[in-house]
């Protein structure tokens, strides 16, 4: 276990990060300090990347982005790059935030690698006939 619980920073375009945190507050009751959020909007790299250093501060992080390319990943990164404790989630969706925020005490790559089967799992779909049993659908 983590002596300090894993801080997260969801890292993403417009205000989604925002949103996205707030619906986890809402669902788990967590404060802020389990996990922040930043926007791209009106940064270039050199901004983006020093608002990320910022945020995240010497405690050991999860860097969540919306997509796996783009300046939010590559900002991502290369924080991760010069930064010891840092875990990168790419793709994030609201599955693998609540695991997340339930989870904080678990080592890094143990929560990392958690995390990843999570956002998977939290994709579901159907077409036609099968789509008002989505629900019940087994991936394809």
Known sequence: MNEEAVRGLIIAHSSLAAGLAAAVRQISGVDEEAIRTLSNEGRGPDGLVSAVR??????PAILFTDLPTGSCAFTARKVA????GTGIVCGVNL????????????????????LIEKGKGGISGACTEDAVRVDRVISR
């Open 54 to 59: 910022e945020a995240v501060g010497d405690s």
């Open 81 to 84: 790059l010069e930064r010891p």
């Open 95 to 114: 599955p693998v935030l609540l695991d997340f925020v339930f989870h904080r005490d678990l080592p890094l790559q143990q929560l990392v690698d958690r």
